[in-house]
């Protein structure tokens, strides 16, 4: 008997159906491993407001605040040089370095005294003749009073016949003789004034002339006025030298200045560390810089000196070549207390480098790995990622100083997050669980 194959398709998927399920039954269920904390160790630290303030560091060169020129004022030939008038040297106040020939101007200064004492005299005898002039007017008015009694009496004599008429007329012609004489003394005496005034003016310009030909003779006599340090010296000995000749060049060694030179940003940092500034009348801004500290630092091989300082104004002009602001500071020294061995003397063209440290404000400090870009990363109260902008406003010590909007003791996340996304799980380092 003859089997058809078709129906032997459905025994073996029968077959097939019923040995799969089987194997899958049989099969061992592999072990499963719970799930763990996927949470990322940081490590945090509170934030804190603390004081700080912005250093800027600049370089400069020291210069002298007073550089004094003598500048001749008179001509002469230069009869003394002080021996000592040589560069480098350091000169007390007062000491007599030049003086040029004085006799052209003693002698002009003799003259002057004497047309002084001559316009002193002619006022001293207007000022006599003034009141002997007023003694004479007294005495002619009284010889006029008793030439008009006496022209008053012939005249009744003649009205009685008692005189003749030449009589009368001669006494008439003698009272008017003494009333000119007192009208001419009268006038002399209106005139006075004016030639008083003449004789005072005349007076002054000579006193004038005697002061200027005293002051020209002094100019003759070169003296130091401060403590200085002489710089340049254009003259010597028998030379003449004529006027507006510039002889010496010297600078004060008592206060020495720095101008060292800022970057603007700099410039900008200290001074919004002053916060608003005061103005004057006109509303020119005065900034206070008694809270700015400075101090300048010489660096020459092993040798370090360091000179506190005093911020004294700011530059007019920003250099051209470097794009910066110059920073004036004041630097003073006691010469005679100072000691070579411990710290050298600052003098003219000595390179310095300069620190400026504004005022010190309340700011938010953190350390420089825990900024990131413009932004740092905060743990929040449910243990996850706060990424919050930040402003930077300066750098110092390794530390950044920043603005934001931040509350005292919130955690500040020190690790570099990779990736970070803003609500992931973290979790604190703590001693025996090492931050990753």
């Keep these: 008997m003859k089997i058809n194959k078709k129906l032997l398709f459905f025994p073996a998927l029968a077959v097939g159906v019923i040995a799969l399920v089987t194997a899958i039954k049989m099969k061992p269920q592999l072990p499963v491993k719970p799930a ?46 002080n021996p000592m008038l040589q560069k480098g040297q350091v000169l007390q106040a007062g000491t007599e370095v030049i003086r040029i020939d004085p006799l052209d101007y003693e002698l002009k ?14 006022l001293a005898k207007l000022s006599q003749e003034e009141a002997n002039l007023k003694q004479t007017l007294k005495i002619e008015k009284n010889r006029l009073a008793i030439a008009n009694k006496e022209l008053e009496r012939k005249q009744n004599l003649r009205k009685k016949g ?32 004016d030639e008083k ?41 028998d030379q003449v030298v004529n006027q507006q000749q510039t002889m010496i060049v010297a600078h004060g060694i008592n206060t020495m200045e720095v101008e060292a030179q800022l970057s603007i940003h700099d410039m900008h940092t200290l001074a919004s560390s002053l916060g608003e500034f ?3 009348t006109s509303g020119i801004p005065k900034p206070d810089t008694s809270f700015i500290n400075a101090r300048i630092e010489l660096n020459s091989g092993n040798v370090t000196a360091t000179w506190p300082a005093k911020v004294s104004r700011i530059s007019e002009t920003v250099d051209p070549n470097q794009a ?24 003219n063209g000595m390179f310095v480098r300069a620190y400026i440290e504004g005022q010190a404000n309340p700011n938010w400090v953190i350390p420089e790995r825990a900024l990131h870009g413009n932004k740092v990363y905060l743990l929040n109260d449910l243990n996850q990622l706060d990424i919050r902008p930040v402003e930077v406003l300066y750098r110092r010590d390794n530390q950044v100083i920043i603005d934001g ?23 604190e380092a703590t001693a025996e669980e090492p931050n990753v």
């Design 324 to 347: 910066t602001a110059g920073v004036i500071l004041e630097i003073t020294q006691d010469y005679r207390d100072l000691n070579p061995a411990s710290a050298p003397p600052l003098v």
């Design 278 to 280: 005061e103005r004057d």
């Design 405 to 427: 909007d931040f509350e005292q003791g919130e955690k500040l996340i020190l690790n570099d997050l990779l990736p970070a996304i803003e609500g992931m799980q973290l979790k």
């Design 162 to 193: 008692l005189t003749s008429q030449s009589d009368v007329d001669q006494q008439t012609q003698s009272a008017l003789s003494q009333r000119k004489i007192v009208l001419d003394i009268e006038n002399q005496i209106g005139l006075m004034p």
């Design 36 to 81: 763990g904390d996927r949470a990322r160790i940081v490590e945090t630290i509170p934030l804190e407001l603390r004081a700080s303030a912005p250093l800027a560091i600049g370089f400069g060169k020291v210069e002298p605040k007073v550089e004094w020129k003598a500048i001749a004022e008179v001509s002469g030939r230069v009869v003394y040089r």
């Design 109 to 122: 200064l003799v003259q002057a005294q004497a047309d002084f004492k001559s316009a002193q005299t002619s």
């Design 197 to 237: 005034r003449v004789a005072q003016a005349l007076v002054k310009v000579n006193g004038s002339k005697v002061e200027e030909a005293q002051r020209s003779l002094e100019k003759t006599i070169i003296t130091l006025p401060y403590d200085l340090r002489i710089a340049e010296v254009d003259i010597e000995q």
